[in-house]
């Protein structure tokens, strides 16, 4: 059940002066930061290009949407993997070209929910492929997490420690960064340990352009990354339906998920266009609007064109560039095992009998075919990892028989 809008504390735009939502915008730019630059400092992606693609993607999302939903759409890290291994395989061109077909994905599936309605990606996509494959997403990672850690244990347990304690400990706002606060303070540190190298700020301009890249269309490429867009598509619907339930208003009805996947799906082509990750909900960002109780869509475009701007000044991006790995993987061995651990949610919300043999068989293969890194090739094409085991996934919820037969 949606509650009730708040009405004493539910501040609206009639409320809020200009400079108040200024503010307010870059304060919600500020609890996705964190998130948003570190997945294009993880897959040697360009974080000013990461800030200007979420800039223009949550602009291009609100214009679907008609203005309605308060999100901002930041970098996702389903594609972390993914864009690492693409990136070897195919380039770092083409593997935006499959990130663009990913995106192209989000846009056919909205045009099937507006045709069919929500029921179908249920029944195509339960939690027992879902939450699966989001696991692999996670423990697929976390060797890359530890191998950066290891540079320096001792910035990475800092990093950690700090990114734990505002999760468990943080009060209002702190709460929500345990991502940025970790990085910021892991980097105060290494400055203290003078192993921070600042020649790439000295040479940066202040004012220069994004490091773009474009894409080239490799149907390999397409075909492995267009599989990967199955998990975080299921994850935008429950991001939907979470800030639907904060702000008291059915935006799974009006404007429809057929328009936010619509929104979702051309930011995530956006990005790849121009050599930024793909583009998703941030829960973040949704918990920021939990507890500030301000629902004004206009504060998430305001985030969004300071994020634009951001992404032009040099000097901002050079420093990015300077943090330390070993703090990066500090945070990794945190946000990793979460991600694993939201496929676990996912399973246990949904409640599937486990008792059942084709639960555990589809289970077990999709982990076994994810963590493995199986590969299957022909010819030149090859699929695999996370790719083929949400195909494999898929296949198998539809073959299996629903019988009662109880594992042994």
Known sequence: MLGKPANETDKDAKELNATTKLILGIQMLFVAFGATVLVPLLTGLDPAVALFTAGVGTLVFHLVTKNKVPVFLGSSFAFIAPIIEGTKLYGLPGALGGLIAAGAIYVIVSM????????????????IVIGPVIMCIGLVLAPTGIEMAQENWLLAIISLAVAIGLVIFGKGMLKLIPIFGGIVIGYIV?????????TPVTQAAWISLPDFTFPAFKWEAIIYFIPVAIAPLIEHIGDIYTISEVTGKKFVEKPGVHRTLLGDGLATMIAGFFGGPPNTTYSEVTGAVALTKVYDPEIMRIAAGTAIILAFVGKLGAILKTIPSAVLGGIMILLFGMIAAVGIRTLLQARPDMNKTRNLVIVSIILTIGIGGATISFGSFSLGGIGL?????????????????RAL
């Open 190 to 198: 290494a400055l203290f340990m003078g192993i921070v190298d600042f």
């Open 389 to 405: 085991a949400s195909v494999v996934g898929l296949v198998l919820n539809q073959i299996l028989p629903h019988e009662n037969k």
């Open 112 to 127: 099937i929910v507006r045709r069919k309605g929500i029921k179908l990606i249920e029944k195509y996509f339960p939690a």
